[in-house]
């Protein structure tokens, strides 16, 4: 357990923070960059203790910043005071929140998830924006659902857009990813109805046959899915479209097909 404070814009744990903006980063540390108290503790919640505490000279005397503290000395990681410019040099932003936190990222393996814990899963394809990933990750974790599962080459869930699109729930969903040969031979072993969306499918997203566990499994923004893992659902659905746009976007789309199922189970 180390404590200490910062004031220089140059210091070296400034600029490794700073540098978890970047994804070749986070890939080569296995950590990632939680902005604001309110994530925080959603992650001590989960017994996510963050591996270093920034404390701005902004920040006001509250029971859970003292909790975050103690549970940070507790764990062995480090808390470090700073200046309200070093925050907004880290955050890249003009209004950063008072407290960060650098935490270790969580991925389960695929062959770990028990799909009879949950009666909806998420399973995404190539998903590009960070915004619509954590906004899913949200939702799934809003409905119930099991885990997130990103499949081939997805935008990366602990960016820092898409971690504060979560709003905490990055650390309460359990996330998984692989290729899509990996996938496929995991599908295989899935004992429930297989989901995906088309505009050209016999059922409606409401009247679907739907089972316990059910796996949603939705495609790129622009693309949908691939044919392979178009073949690889057990049935297909529509969620219709009755005004002149001719889609929806990929997080509404998903947290609709989220709420039908777990609705319907």
């Not at 220089?8 to 994804?23: E, F, I």
């Not at 591996?51 to 764990?75: F, I, N, Q, Y």
């Not at 995991?186 to 997203?205: E, Q, S």
Request: glycine letters at 8%; charged letters at 20%.
């Amino acid at each position: 357990m180390s404590e200490a404070t910062i004031t220089s814009l140059t210091n070296d744990t400034v600029k490794a923070v700073r540098a978890l903006h970047m994804r070749k980063t986070r890939d080569a540390t296995g950590q990632f960059l939680a902005e604001g108290l309110k994530f925080i503790g959603e992650a001590l919640d989960q017994g996510r203790a963050p591996r270093m505490l920034l404390v701005g000279e902004d920040a006001r005397p509250h029971p859970l910043l003292d909790r975050a503290k103690a549970e940070t000395r507790a764990s062995g990681g480090r808390i470090v005071f700073v200046t309200h410019a070093i925050l907004e040099k880290i955050s890249r932003r003009d209004n950063p929140q008072t407290v960060l936190g650098v935490f270790d990222q969580a991925y389960a393996p695929l062959a770990s998830l028990d799909p009879t814990a949950a009666g909806c899963w998420i399973a995404l394809e190539q998903v590009r924006d960070p915004g619509n990933l954590g906004t899913i990750i949200r939702t799934a974790d809003a409905a119930g659902c099991g885990g997130v599962i990103l499949i081939d080459d997805c935008v990366d869930p602990y960016s820092v857009e898409a971690v504060r699109a979560t709003m905490g729930s990055v650390f309460a969903i359990q996330l998984a990813k692989c290729d899509q040969a990996e996938f496929l031979a995991w599908r295989a072993t899935w004992p429930g109805p297989v989901i995906g969306t088309r505009l050209d499918a016999t059922h409606g997203y409401r009247d679907a046959p739907y089972a316990a566990p059910s796996l949603i499994l939705m495609g790129n923004e622009q693309a949908g899915l691939t044919d392979a893992l178009a073949a690889a659902c057990d049935m297909t659905v529509k969620i219709p479209m009755r005004g002149r746009a001719d889609s929806l976007n990929l997080a509404i789309a998903t947290g609709v097909m989220a709420y039908a199922v777990t609705d319907a189970l």
